[in-house]
């Protein structure tokens, strides 16, 4: 596609609901990532993949969250037990090659995810 | 860690004013510094980055940004103020290695008619 495409927009979860994020990579990327945005703040990181390997998930908050990358291409983002804390908005982010950051990043308007 | 500091968090300016956002960046070595601009209902978007190239980085929308490594300071800049400006800018920073982009926690941008 065009663009960083990410599903659904908004999801909203009861709390102990398990909940998947989906995010469409420009054809081609090799480099992806997921942010979490918390209410009134920047982006922090949560993973990163360099086509199909996760080479950095140090950023996930819990073993609740896991994120993959199967087939290079489209990757999801799955929160288990879902706890209020969780509500943020969740970006993903593509670039061209595998230099990681230094490269230009194409972002997803984000999926909103709110828990009661 | 890499931290990035922006000052203000909202920013008000007259349309035609100059427009000045304030990026303070920590870390040991010269790392890359980006500006990064998210419009309402928007994914964030590149304004600009600095490499180590020139330190007077020009980006998109008439918008550019000074690397000054005295001061840790990587600020924005733009002539004069278009309403279409009005957005929530970001400053981040990245290192030679690794994975990670540090984030300031943003500048809301409002511009006044």
């Known amino acids: 596609g065009a663009g960083v495409s990410q599903s659904p927009r908004y999801k909203v979860a009861k709390r102990g609901q398990d909940v998947a994020l989906r995010c469409d990579p420009i054809?081609?990327?090799?480099?992806l990532f997921w942010y979490q945005q918390a209410l009134g703040q920047g982006p922090e990181f949560l993973t990163y993949?360099?086509?199909?390997?996760?080479?950095?998930k140090s950023g996930l908050p819990s073993d609740r969250f896991f994120a993959e990358r199967p087939e290079g291409s489209v990757s999801t983002l799955k929160i288990q037990r879902t706890q209020q804390e969780d509500s943020a908005v969740y970006l993903c982010a593509s670039s061209l090659d595998g230099a990681g950051p230094r490269e230009k990043l194409f972002f997803g308007s984000g999926t909103q995810l709110s828990v009661l | 860690a890499q931290s990035v500091t922006q000052l203000g968090s909202h920013v008000s300016v007259s349309e035609g004013a100059l427009v000045l956002l304030r990026c303070n960046y920590s870390s040991s070595v010269p790392p890359y510094l980006f500006w990064y601009v998210q419009y309402p209902n928007q994914g964030l978007q590149l304004l600009l980055k600095?490499?180590?190239?020139?330190?007077l980085v020009k980006g998109i929308n008439g918008f550019e940004a000074e690397f000054k490594k005295s001061e840790t300071s990587f600020h924005l800049t733009k002539p004069s103020a278009h309403m279409s400006d009005a957005a929530e800018y970001f400053c981040a920073v990245s290192e030679n290695t690794g994975n990670q982009f540090y984030f300031g926690t943003g500048t809301s941008l409002t511009v006044i008619p």
């Open positions: 600095y490499t180590s190239a020139a330190t």
């Open positions: 993949f360099q086509n199909e390997a996760q080479l950095d």
């Open positions: 054809s081609g990327h090799v480099s």
